[in-house]
Each structure stands twice: as C-alpha cells, then as structure tokens.
C-alpha cells in the first residue's frame, strides 16, 4: 500500500484543503528536514515498536491503512476498508483549533452487488480524532481501531468498528504472524528520484465479526492486512497515480506490489514477497509487471479491473478479478478499492487499489 | 393589403406623438413601479436564502443549549457518538466603527457550500490559509471597505454573497476575535447521519433540535414587509393602467374612421385586430423595455432605504446594491404586456363589434346610464362587505391584504355614482341657465373622466391612508422612546471583569446603575430574548406598560412573575394571569405587557436575580446609568475609565438613531406614494385631453349661445377643480379607513403590535391644495387650447364638416 496512499492522501487533502503538494522536499532527501521542518524518511531509521504504531508527528502525511478479504457462511465474497489518513500542516502539535495535524478516514464495504463508502474529516488538537501508539488506538469520530491487548505486539489482536449513512461493520482482528517490513527494513523507495517512505505491514490477520447491511447483518470470516506508512515526500510532478495490490496467495505467501504510473516514464514498479512464516523478500523497480486486461467505465472513467500480475523470480503468473468492478470510492478524491479473487499459477484473494484515473 | 392597413393604421401616432408618448409613458411608469418592487423583494429573499444556505442554517436542523452556549467537549462527544454534527460559532465585535458579525464555522465538518461565498463556488479557497493562523476572512466588499484599518482582524477576502456586516472565517479564528475560546453557539446536524448513532439525550441531554424550518425566520418575519411592498407595487401597476386604458381608448376611438374605411376596402375584422394586436404587442414591448431599465434605476435607488429599514426593524442583512437577474427582466416585460392587452381589451372588443355602416363620428360621450352607474355601484358595494368578510372570519396577513383590496377598489368603483349623486344635486341647486349647463355637462363627463378619477381616488386614498399609519406611528413611537429610554448613558462592557470593575467604579458616580443581561431562549417555541433587570424606580415609572395586573413590578422584582412584549402577547394570546413558557422547563405567570415597537422577536423581562440564578455564568455587559450630568459621566468613563467611545452612549443619540431607522423605514413607502400620486395625476392629463378634443359638438351650442372662450375655458378648469375636490372628500374618509385597516389589522399581523390612530387634518389639506393643483396643471393645457379655438372651429361644428 505504499505509494498510491502517499498519493492519495496528498491528493485527497490537497482537494479537501486546498493544499498544494510541494514540489521540495525531495530534493533534501537524506538532510534530515525539508524546507518547512518536517523529517523526511531516512534510510538508516530502524522501526521502533510500540512507537512507529502511534503518529510521526513530525511527518507531512501517515496511514493506518487495514483491508480484509471476508466471506460469509454461503461462501459469498466481501471487502471491507478502514483507513485513517494524518496530514499536518506544520511538523507540530498545538491545543485546539490551531492544531496542524488534519485526519481523514474512509471506510468501505463491498458485496458482489453493492460498494458502500464513507469519508469523515476532523481537524486535530480537539480530541475529534487522532492515534495513540500504547495502548494502541486509532480513531475518528465513532470508527476505531483499537488494540485488543493481546499478544507481544499492539498489532497482534485489533478491533475495528466503523458505520456510514447505509452501512457498518465491527471485526475482530487476530495476527498469526509477524510485522513485515517493506524495501530495506521498511524504507520503502517510491521513485527513480528516489522519494522514499517509511512502511511496514501487518499481513496475517484472521479476521471474523459482522458486516452491518441495509439487508441485515452478516456474520463474516477472512483474512486481513494493515499497512502503515509515513512520509513527507510527495511524488514528483510526472506521476499521475498507481495501482497496487496486496494479495494472499492460498498457499500462506503474501505478495505486495505497487506501480506509480508516470507521464514522461515507464511506470516504476516495487514488491514485497511474504512467506508464511514472515519472511520478506524486497523487489526493486521491474521485477513485478503489473498490466490491465479488461477495465470498466466507474464514474465516468475507465479502470482497468483485471489485471496479469507477474513477479518471475517467484514464478507468479496471476490474474486478478474484481469482485465487484464498481468498488469506487467517490470521496473527496475519488479512487478504486475493492476486493478481488486470484487465479492463475497461484489462487486466493486479495485487494486492489487504483487512483489517478481521471474522468474523461 | 394588411401591409397598407398597417401603414394607415400607424400613421396616426405620426400625427399625435403625444398620444403615443402617454401610452408609453404610462404603460413604462406601471411597469416600472411594479418591477422595481420585484426586483428589491426578490434581492432582499435572495440575501436570507444566501445568509441562511451558507451557515447551514435553514436548510439543517441544528443543536443549541439554552444558555447560548455549548462546549467543545459536547461537540467532540457527539462526533465520538456518532452524530454528524459541525460546529459554529457565531458573535459580534467591535471593528473599527463597525459591529461585526463574526461567523466562525467548521470547514472539515461542516455541510457542502458552507463556504461558497462568492458565485463562483468555494473551489479557488485557500483553505489551508483559513485553518492555518492568522486564518482568513470572507466579507461582502462593502463591508471590506468598511473595515479598512480596522485591528486584530484576519487577511479579508471578497465574499460578494456574504451579507453586510458578517465576516465569514475559520471557527478557530472566530474564538480568538471574540475571546470565546473552546466555546460553540450552534451545531449543525448533516443530513445522512450514520446508523446506530446513540440518542441525543444520552450524550448532550441539555441540547435542543431547532427543526430546519425554524431558521428560516428571517424570511417569515420579513415576509410582511414584502407583502406590503409588493401591495403598493400592485396599486401603482394598477393606476399606470388606468392611463394606458385612457390612451388606447382614446387612440381606438380615433381612428374609428380609419377602422371602417379598411373594412370598408375589404380588411376583413380579423386581419384588422390581428393588425391591431400586433400594434399592441410592439408597443407594449417598448414601453416594458423602458420600464424595466426605470424599474431597475428605482430599485437600484430605493434599495439601500430598503436594505436599512429590514436592518432596523428585523435586523436583516441586505447588501444596498441591486444584482440583474433576466428572469426579473422577462417577468417584467409580460406583465407590461398582459397590462396593455387587459387596458386594451375593452376598445379591441368594440373594434371586432363594430358595424361596418355605424358612423365614423368619435363619440365623446356615452349615454350616462344610472343603471350602469347603479349596477358599479352595487359591486362596490360587494367588494367593500366582501373585504370586511373576509377580514372579520379569516385570521392573517393576507385577510388584511383582502380587506385592503375590498375598500379601495369598492370605493373607486362606488366613485362615480356617488359624483353622478352630488352633480345632480347641484344642478338641481343651480339658478341660472349657465349654471345649470355648466353641472349637466359635467354629468355628461363623467364616463369619460372617471377611470381618472378613480385613480385619483386611490392615489388620494392611499396617500391619506399611509401618511395617517406613518404619522400615528411617529407619534407613539417618539412617545415611546421617550418613556422607555430613562436612563441617561447606555454603556457595554467586553467582559465580567470590567463589568465588575465597572459597578465599583460607578458606586459613587453615578445616582443608580441599572444593569441589564440579556439571553437568547426560545420564548413558547419561537426565538426571543429573556431580559433581566434590576429593581428600580426608573423601571417602575417609566417603562410603557399596556396592560398589567396590580403589583406587577413587585411581583416582577420577586421573581414571581415575568413581563411580555405585546408581539409576543398577540402571538400566543397572553392575558396578564396567564403562564408563559420561557425557556424548555421554565413557565411564569405574565403580570404584564409592554409596548416593544420594532423589535421583531418574542421578549420577556424578569428580575436580574432570577436570571442571574438561572444563567450564573452571564456577566453583566449593559447597564443604563442614571446621572445629573451625562456629559461628565460620559467623559469621565471614556477618559478615566478607559471605556470605547463606541460604549457609552447617550440617551439623545439612541433617541436620534432610532428615529432615524424608523424615518428611513417610511421612505420607501413615502417614494412610492408620491409617484402613484404623479401616476394618477397623469391620469387626470390624458383623459382630459382626450375628451377635450371630442368636446367641440358639445361647447359649440353654448358657445354659439353668447358664452365667450375665456369663460368656458373657466367653466373647464372650475369642472376639474369641482370634480377633483369631491373626489378628494370621497377620499378622506375611506382614507382613513385605510389606515384603520394598516394599524389595527395590518400592522397587528404584520409587525405583532397595535398602534391608537391619530389624526392629521393638516396633512389633509396640504393634499387636498396637491390634489387641486394636478387637476388644474392637467386641465390648463386643454382650456388654454379651448380658449383660443378658433370661431370658425367653433362653427364648424354646424356645418357638415363634422
């Protein structure tokens, strides 16, 4: 989930909040601050825990970004999405209204049938929203996600609750395996320029609760994903958004993988490979290939909802299907995100998020 | 053939481009009357639907606590519950010269549009820079110019649909400027609220839900005041049509020879209507054109009064400058030719009846008929009953409205059947021959002139009617203040301690200090203000009561019993005795009602202890002072106190100001006057000249009879000055009527108070001397015409020439 979220936070705020994404920053990569004070990622900081679960204040724009592939008793295929977006203004805290840091949630759920969203927008320093790293807790309004206090890590047992106008849901979250740390021990490089983030996941949740319906309720099982990130480098001007995925293969390995479109460039692409027991293998630009098959006409724009997905030195050759091709996110910035089902040298189930495809 | 038809029939207005003028003068003088009343309503309801779309008000039930003020902590509890709620904060400061309305919202929260303070939408917003500190703020321009070098106010930005007066910014920049940090005054709930949020009563218990429609209050309390406006538009339109009946009557009538001689040639009747019709439909055209664009200067000049007396009496923002809208424009221009096809209908009808063989011979009189005059009689008669009905059985502004219409249009129809009546009786009191030609022939007359006539009628009345409310108004209003404004100095303070600095400080100054708190509650469900005020003598003595039981300031000073303003009496029916609900849980018995003129809310008074224990933490920010010396006082409070200037005020300035809001109140309704005046004086100019030169066959046998020109030319002008006075005596008393009707029925129902009538017979006879001098300056062109016809003119008459 690395760089479409770094884009789609951007963007999304940058609509929202009128905030126009600045074009430094990348230059001082590795100087420690950008032009305005914020931190940028630096290559040589090792994660921390519990800490890296909680904000970095100190950086433009982080995510706690959870997907779950979830079926209910019948065998029929749902998605669910909780995303908490942080975006500061200035790298500080204040006491109420003049606080810089502004949050955004989004929550979606996806039937075969139906694609439910939802968007909330708080600004900090009023206790509106906001995450606490120990005990772990990330809220805004009345949608949470809340450690359980099980296990060695904050991540390994997590509740997460959200409603919108027409929907809800509540789950459950056990992890049965390790964080996993994207790039070089989650320093994750984004571009040839080398705009980079901070970025680890928590792959391996086993998910069960209740998908809330205007039909009813929904009792659910599936597995899940948490990705967090942080930055404060935003592309460069010649991306125009990304694709990426994350998907559980039915044989217990895990594969990550994003490209970031460009206008001048062939895409750059980067993937992460996840064995069973936690084991991350990072891939630089290249060695995943992403390509549309077929795409659908959602909001009056085409997006490609199926797609070949290869990473030859694992020997994956997939396609990918959504399950629901109209899994749009009609937010403030508009983006896709939805569930999808895998076949091909490997099976199983997985989520896809596409942003920058614009109206035509 | 119809292209000839058409030449002919046109070349008459060649020949009398002042037939021409009246009918397009008059015809854009209705128009524009009428559009320019349109046009200031339609500005005014668009400003509140712009003030209340954008704060979210009006169109969002919202959440207020009764004491004014809700804290962050509930807002951020009722997010955490769930609810979709956005905050606002709202206040005023002093900026400048200028007290501002700060008006701080949410922007992440709040509704869409909530920002689209210009046309052009919210999009090119620096919102960043709103959130961010010093923040920004949104004004109309005028205001902008207003605030230029004011202190401590955000970077200000045009906001054109902002109303005047308001800032628009940042709710955390509107905590700053108003010292209110952490505080809320409303939340507004979005539509779409989330599933399974928890019930309001077990997060924010003490909130109320105002529905959405409660907001639109602006809209209904000033509904009465456009009612009003668009009555007068509508009378206005109505005596610009009388002109514009006259003209094109007179033009038809004319070309009566014309008529027959195209049918004559074979035009068949339709092709010649149709020809006529078109002559209509492009005249009506150019003289709505012109009435729109005199329509739009009249708004455009009447606006600001209008934009001032909605501020003084409701406290409505209106901007003072007029925005097109073509929709206004084409309306315009419909009515303008529905005008001229109604005034027309009548001589269209009497061209397609026409027989080809009748004689060309234009009729200057019609047979005076008693029957017909009888029959208008007896409708306007109807009308009269029928209004009196409809306001006895039927409750509201519009049964006023309808009394209204009964007696002004039964008046004007029941004109000229009572003239008919006094003219017979003169002529029966004439002695001599001369006298008596002199009353027949003004009998005779009489179909011609009385659509004038009735519009001097209305014109008379409605002037009679309105100086005679505004003048009763002024009285009691001048006698009002008087009594209500005892105190000497009016001084604010910005907080409770300067307040409490402020009360020492005068302990030994001033002769009393009488502190007044004031809370915004919802008075029996309806927005209104719960005044507190001390014990005192100023009160006792001088307040205007109405109506109140014995010991009603004991009972009050006991906190036992509440005083009601007398809108709020009428509103809910309140007799001293009953209960009133002041706030949700909060009844008192009424021990009396008080005059309250101009203010628009429910307003109740309680002692200052009892309020002080309801609302304990309301400081005490006005006072009225009591003193020998004001100037000293006053001075003394600016200098060695440090109080504003703008703070202290004295009893003469609010004397001042106020009669200055309540005169600008009455100018639009004076302008509008005096131009239906005009109108109707117009009126009177065409129909004599259209009958003066019908009149020859009629002067000539007296002529002939030894009775010189100069002398008719007399007898001419004594007859309009004759007719014009009896009308105006017909005038007075459903004049005052009229008034009646404004103070006890209109005014009750529009503004919520009642006001005894006074009278003004000066007032009378200054109109009456206006009334004589139109009829004459319109009868001076046809008599100096008369007397200088030629003779031989005259004895044409009875050759075969005519």
């Not at chain 2, 060649?14 to 009428?34: C, D, H, M, S």
């Not at chain 2, 709710?171 to 779409?192: C, F, H, K, N, Q």
């Not at chain 2, 009628?457 to 203040?481: K, P």
């Amino acid at each position: 989930m690395s760089g479409r979220s770094v884009r789609a936070l951007a963007s999304a705020l940058a609509l929202v909040l009128g905030l126009t994404a600045p074009a430094h920053g990348q230059g001082f990569a590795g100087l420690g601050a950008d032009a305005e004070g914020f931190s940028v990622p630096d290559p040589g900081r090792a994660l921390r825990f519990p800490e890296d679960h909680g904000p970095h204040r100190r950086y433009r724009v982080e995510w706690w970004y959870l997907t779950a592939n979830l079926t209910d008793a019948e065998g029929r295929d749902y998605g669910i999405q909780w995303t908490l977006f942080r975006s500061a203004l200035a790298p500080e805290e204040r006491e109420g209204w003049q606080n810089p840091q502004l949050w955004m949630g989004h929550a979606g759920l996806t039937t075969p049938d139906a694609h439910f969203h939802a968007e909330r927008l708080a600004r900090g320093g009023i206790g509106q929203a906001g995450v606490a790293a120990d005990p772990f807790e990330a809220f805004i309004d009345d949608w949470s996600l809340t450690s359980l206090g099980i296990g060695d890590d904050a991540f390994d047992g997590l509740a997460v609750t959200a409603t919108g106008a027409a929907f809800g849901y509540a789950l459950d979250l056990r992890a049965n395996g390790p964080l996993v740390r994207h790039g070089t021990d989650g320093y994750s490089v984004k571009s040839a320029a080398g705009q980079a983030s901070h970025y680890y996941s928590q792959p391996f949740f086993e998910v069960s609760g209740t998908l809330f319906l205007p039909e009813g309720d929904v009792p659910v099982t599936g597995l899940g994903w948490l990705d967090r990130e942080w930055s404060s480098q935003p592309l460069s001007d010649t991306q125009t958004g990304w694709d990426w995925v994350s998907l559980h293969f039915d044989t217990g390995e895990k594969l990550m993988g994003f490209r970031l479109r460009d206008r001048r460039a062939a895409p750059f692409t980067s993937a992460t490979w996840i064995e069973p027991d936690g084991t991350a293998t990072p891939f630089t630009d290249g060695a995943l290939i992403l390509t549309p098959l077929s795409e659908t006409e959602v909001d009056g724009r085409p997006v490609p909802t199926r797609w070949r997905i290869e990473l030859p030195e694992k020997s994956v050759d997939v396609r990918i299907t959504a399950v629901n091709p109209r899994s749009w996110m009609a937010v403030s910035v508009p983006y896709w995100e939805g569930p999808v089902r895998i076949t091909g040298s490997h099976g199983g189930r997985g989520y896809l998020e596409m942003t920058g495809y614009d109206a035509q | 053939m119809r292209g000839v038809a058409l030449t002919a029939l046109l070349a008459h207005w060649r020949r009398r481009p002042g037939q021409l003028a009246t009918l397009v003068i008059g015809l854009a003088l209705a128009t524009a009357l009428w559009s320019a009343v349109q046009a200031i309503n339609a500005e005014a309801r668009a400003s509140y639907d712009r003030a209340s779309g954008r704060l979210g008000q009006g169109a969002y039930e919202t959440l207020t606590d009764p004491s004014g003020s809700i804290a962050l902590e509930t807002f951020v509890s009722l997010r955490r519950a769930g609810w979709l709620v956005s905050p606002v904060l709202e206040g005023r400061m002093m900026a400048g010269e200028m007290r501002l309305l700060v008006t701080g919202v949410e922007v992440l929260t709040a509704p869409p549009g909530t920002l689209a303070v210009t046309p052009g939408g919210a999009d090119d917003i620096d919102l960043v820079a709103l959130i961010s500190s010093p923040g920004l703020g949104f004004a109309a321009p005028e205001t902008i110019d207003r605030l230029d070098g004011a202190d401590r106010l955000p970077p200000l930005r045009p906001g054109a649909l902002v109303p005047p007066g308001q800032m628009v910014t940042d709710i955390g920049t509107a905590e700053r400027l108003l010292d209110r940090r952490g505080e809320i005054t409303a939340l507004v709930v979005l539509p779409d609220q989330p599933r399974n949020r928890a019930p309001l009563s077990a997060i924010a218990p003490n909130l109320v839900v105002n529905p959405a429609q409660q907001q639109g209050d602006m809209a209904r309390l000033t509904n009465s005041f456009h009612l009003n406006l668009t009555a007068f538009g509508l009378l206005s339109f109505a005596v610009g049509l009388f002109i514009v009946h006259g003209a094109i009557g007179l033009a038809f009538e004319q070309r009566r020879a014309t008529c027959r001689t195209l049918r004559a040639l074979g035009l068949p009747a339709r092709d010649l209507m149709g020809l006529l019709l078109v002559e209509l439909l492009v005249l009506a055209v150019i003289a709505g054109g012109i009435g729109i664009v005199l329509g739009y200067a009249i708004a455009g000049a009447l606006l600001p009064d209008v934009a001032a007396t909605l501020h003084g009496l409701y406290g409505a923002r209106v901007p003072g400058t007029l925005s097109f809208d073509p929709v206004w424009a084409v309306t315009g221009l419909a009515i303008a030719v529905a005008g001229a096809v109604i005034a027309a209908g009548q001589a269209l009808w009497r061209v397609r009846t026409m027989p080809l063989l009748a004689s060309a011979q234009p009729r200057a009189w019609a047979t005076v008929s008693a029957v017909l005059l009888r029959r208008q009689a007896i409708a306007g008669a109807g009308l009269i009953a029928a209004g009196c009905a409809t306001a006895w059985m039927a409750q509201g502004l519009i049964a006023g409205f309808a009394l209204l219409a009964g007696l002004l249009l039964g008046a004007a129809l029941m004109l000229p059947a009572g003239l008919a009546t006094v003219l017979a009786l003169g002529a029966r009191a004439a002695r001599t021959a001369e006298g008596q030609w002199f009353w027949a022939d003004t009998r005779q007359q009489l179909p011609g002139l009385s659509l004038a006539l009735m519009a001097l009628l209305l014109a008379l009345v409605a002037n009679i009617g309105v100086s005679t409310m505004v003048g009763s108004f002024r009285l009691t209003f001048t006698g009002w203040l008087d009594q209500r404004l005892a105190a000497e100095l009016y001084v604010t303070v910005a907080d409770a301690g300067e307040s409490a600095r402020l009360e020492t400080w005068l302990d030994s100054r001033a002769d009393a200090v009488l502190p007044v708190i004031t809370v915004d509650s919802p008075i029996e469900g309806a927005p209104g203000e719960v005044m507190g005020v001390a014990d005192h003598g100023t009160y006792r003595d001088t307040w205007p009561l109405l109506t109140a039981r014995d010991g009603a300031w004991d009972e009050l000073a006991a906190g036992r019993a509440t005083l009601i303003n007398e809108q709020l009496a009428r509103r809910e029916g309140l007799a001293p005795g009953d209960p009133v609900r002041l706030a949700p849980g909060w009844t008192m018995p009424v021990a009396g009602i008080y005059s309250d003129y101009g203010n628009p809310m429910n307003q109740a008074m309680v002692s200052l202890d009892l309020l002080e224990t309801r609302y304990p933490d309301r400081p005490r920010l006005s006072f009225g002072l009591r003193t020998d010396d004001p100037e000293a006082l006053a001075e003394a409070l600016r200098a060695d106190f440090g109080l504003d200037a703008a703070a202290v005020v004295d009893q003469a300035t609010i004397k001042r100001v106020s009669l200055e809001v309540f005169e600008r109140t009455f100018t639009v309704t004076g302008t509008l006057n005096v131009l239906t005046l005009a109108v109707a004086g117009f009126a009177i100019l065409t129909a004599l000249l259209t009958l003066a030169s019908l009149r020859l066959p009629q002067l000539a046998p007296a002529w002939a009879l030894g009775i010189t020109r100069k002398r008719l030319a007399r007898l001419e002008l004594m007859r309009s000055l004759a007719l014009a006075a009896f009308t105006f005596i017909a005038a007075v008393p459903v004049g005052l009527a009229l008034a009646w009707s404004l103070l006890a029925v209109v005014n009750v129902e529009a503004f919520g108070w009642r006001l005894p009538m006074h009278l003004f017979p000066m007032q009378w006879l200054v109109l009456l001397v206006l009334a004589l001098a139109a009829a004459a300056l319109a009868t001076a062109l046809p008599a100096r015409h008369l007397a200088r016809t030629a003779p031989a003119d005259f004895l044409k008459v009875f050759s075969n020439e005519r």
